[in-house]
């Protein structure tokens, strides 16, 4: 079973960055799938970045640009930096990994876009 601790959520007002981690408790280059969602306040949970165990980014079209997913395998986090956030980035960022057929999740991290 997989564990995953996520940081780096705060405040931050719009055209600022933040850097969320997501520390997995065993190699992450033994995961298929890690992936970081967004759950705004009142809407469903949406896949904002994922990157696969071959290096295969995809994006959500509202973060093209802005957002980038990437892994450190030797401390098994992967991060994601955010820059020129916006109010409707605001949410709950949940880190989520896929390992042989089984999904897994973190707590999530707050994040606030607001001047």
């Known amino acids: 079973q997989v564990q995953l601790v996520e940081s780096g959520g705060g405040l931050v007002q719009p055209g600022g960055s933040l850097r969320l981690s997501c520390v997995a408790s065993?190699?992450?280059?033994?995961?298929?799938?890690m992936a970081w969602h967004r759950q705004a306040p009142g809407k469903q949970r949406d896949v904002v970045a994922s990157?696969?165990?071959?290096?295969?980014?995809i994006y959500r079209d509202s973060v093209k640009g802005r957002f980038t997913i990437s892994r450190d395998i030797p401390n098994r986090t992967v991060y994601l930096q955010m820059n020129d956030l916006q109010p409707e980035d605001t949410g709950l960022y949940f880190c989520?990994?896929?390992?042989?057929?089984?999904?897994?999740w973190g707590q999530g991290t707050q994040v606030t876009v607001s001047s």
């Open positions: 989520y990994a896929f390992q042989r057929g089984r999904g897994y």
């Open positions: 065993e190699r992450i280059n033994s995961i298929d799938v």
């Open positions: 990157i696969t165990n071959g290096d295969y980014t």
